[in-house]
């Protein structure tokens, strides 16, 4: 029987046989070595990460950009997750398979979590898909690998327990990856990561007792955080009605930003993407977003990676203000990936984020769409726009213990896998990742050295930022 490619990039896909497909990726294993993975070594003429840094930041709202740097400074994980760019010129410029998947493109371990799909149920999945775009898939796996020897330094364990973490990331990776290379294209398509099978992972024996207690009070917690939650949380009454509450520099109503006439040529700004990007749902979707009015706007500062981004908050009422929609719109520029692996098949940035992120996800919000719009500085800017908060859960890799850390990273593994696996080849990512230990052991390595040089790159950015060369404000919130 044969089967088609998977081609991410959208063109015409080559038919071949399953067995066809299986020695494509092990004959790549002969033009890079499975072993290769485990070298970093990028030289002395090593591009200045502080220089990338700031060629970014030049892109973004200036005054928040001390926020950025500030955060980034706060240890070598919040650098890391501000440093997608510096670690795609690292992996960008080395020899990688070709073998293409859909990329994450900012794969660190805090970016999985936990998700409600549009049937209500809680799932396990990728959250963030700001740099997304086709690329080699171990590219992926490296940013998550190295997110978790970084996160394990932090935490103090020793390198056995910290090479054990890595290399069980990698293995359920490859684990999943197999038993994917052997199910049927719909079945790939319609697999999920939900929060039974997360459970049934987990160990019955102590500590694992510890670990189910601790999973399900996150399990709990993540079904509470509701867009009525965050309505509570993020408006209060003015003049009887509801509005955005203030919170600077993170949170910042449209009404406290700008003189009169400048807010008003802002907030048509805004009500003109929410009300265009709409056109990029299907039909039901518009239906449903039409039986909300906009009543109030606001600025927020998000992330670590994308602080300085425009990104608005947007507060909507359905039947009364006890009916609440909060979305975000939140600026898409090029992926960080883009000058390595080449442009995105979508002109506009924010349909590129919304393409990738459907392709990876198993549970979409239905309220995922994009729109370009012409700012008020006269600049064409592209948006996505989601649901705020819907059941969201993060994981607090700062109190795991090293076994909690161990298992949480092999179900990222696994939901990396889930995720290539629907826009790649399963059957040859399986075949050059194989069965045996090889890619779990160069990939520690890897991380290993790449951690090195993070903490260096954190070195580099505090002494800037001592020399006053870029700057941190003192109180990143």
Same mark, same amino acid.
């Given at each position: ?252 109503? $449209? @009404? %406290?930003?700008?003189?009169? #006439? &400048?807010?008003?040529?802002?907030? +048509?700004?805004?009500?003109? =993407?929410?009300? *265009? ?110 649901? $705020? @908060? %819907?059941?969201?859960?993060? #994981? &607090?890799?700062?109190?795991?213990? +090293?076994?909690?850390?161990? =298992?949480?990273? *092999? ?67």
């Amino acid at each position: 029987m044969r089967d088609t490619v998977p081609d991410p990039l959208g063109g015409a896909a080559e038919r071949r046989s399953p067995a066809e497909r299986a020695a494509h990726g092990k004959a790549v294993r002969r033009r890079l070595p499975r072993s290769a993975h485990a070298r970093f070594a990028p030289g002395k003429k090593r591009f200045d990460p502080v220089d990338l840094l700031e060629r970014q930041s030049a892109e973004r709202v200036q005054e928040l950009v001390p926020i950025r740097y500030g955060r980034m400074l706060e240890s070598p994980f919040r650098f890391y997750r501000g440093a997608a760019g510096i670690m795609a010129a690292d992996l960008g410029t080395a020899p990688h398979t070709g073998l293409t998947t859909q990329l994450c493109g900012d794969a660190h371990l805090l970016n999985f979590r936990l998700l409600a799909s549009p049937e209500r149920h809680l799932v396990f999945d990728i959250n963030d898909f700001d740099e997304t775009l086709p690329g080699p898939f171990e590219w992926d796996l490296k940013r998550l690998t190295a997110s978790l020897e970084i996160v394990a330094r932090a935490r103090g364990f020793s390198a056995a327990k910290r090479g054990a973490i890595v290399r069980g990331a990698v293995e359920s990776y490859r684990e999943r990856m197999q038993l994917f290379a052997g199910m049927g294209t719909l079945d790939i398509w319609y697999a999920q990561d939900d929060t039974d099978q997360l459970t049934a992972l987990l160990p019955e024996e102590q500590p694992g007792a510890g670990i189910r207690k601790r999973t399900g009070k996150a399990l709990a917690k993540a079904r509470t955080r509701t867009t009525a939650q965050a309505f509570d949380k993020l408006t209060r009454l003015v003049d009887g009605q509801r509005r955005i509450a203030p919170d600077p520099p993170l949170i910042t109503p $449209l @009404r %406290d930003l700008l003189p009169d #006439a &400048r807010r008003a040529e802002l907030e +048509a700004t805004l009500r003109e =993407l929410i009300r *265009r990007y709409g056109e990029s749902l299907p039909a039901e979707r518009r239906l449903l977003l039409s039986r909300f009015e906009v009543v109030d706007m606001a600025r927020k500062v998000v992330g670590v990676g994308s602080v300085g981004t425009r990104c608005w908050v947007i507060l909507a009422i359905g039947r009364d203000d006890q009916d609440p929609l909060l979305l975000q719109a939140k600026e898409a520029g090029p992926s960080v990936l883009t000058p390595y692996a080449g442009a995105a098949a979508h002109d506009n940035q924010g349909q590129r984020v919304v393409a990738g992120q459907r392709l990876m996800q198993s549970a979409g919000d239905i309220l995922l769409g994009w729109e370009r719009v012409v700012g008020i500085d006269g600049r064409q800017r592209d948006f996505y726009v989601r649901q $705020l @908060r %819907d059941w969201k859960g993060i #994981a &607090r890799p700062d109190t795991m213990t +090293a076994e909690m850390l161990r =298992l949480f990273a *092999r179900v990222c593994g696994a939901s990396l896998a889930r995720a290539h696996a629907r826009s790649g080849d399963p059957v040859a990512l399986a075949a050059y990742a194989g069965t045996g230990e090889a890619l779990d052991r160069a990939l520690a390595e890897f991380a290993e050295a790449y951690a090195d040089r993070n903490a260096l790159d954190h070195q580099a950015l505090a002494a800037a930022a001592a020399e006053g060369r870029v700057p941190a404000s003192p109180h990143p919130g």
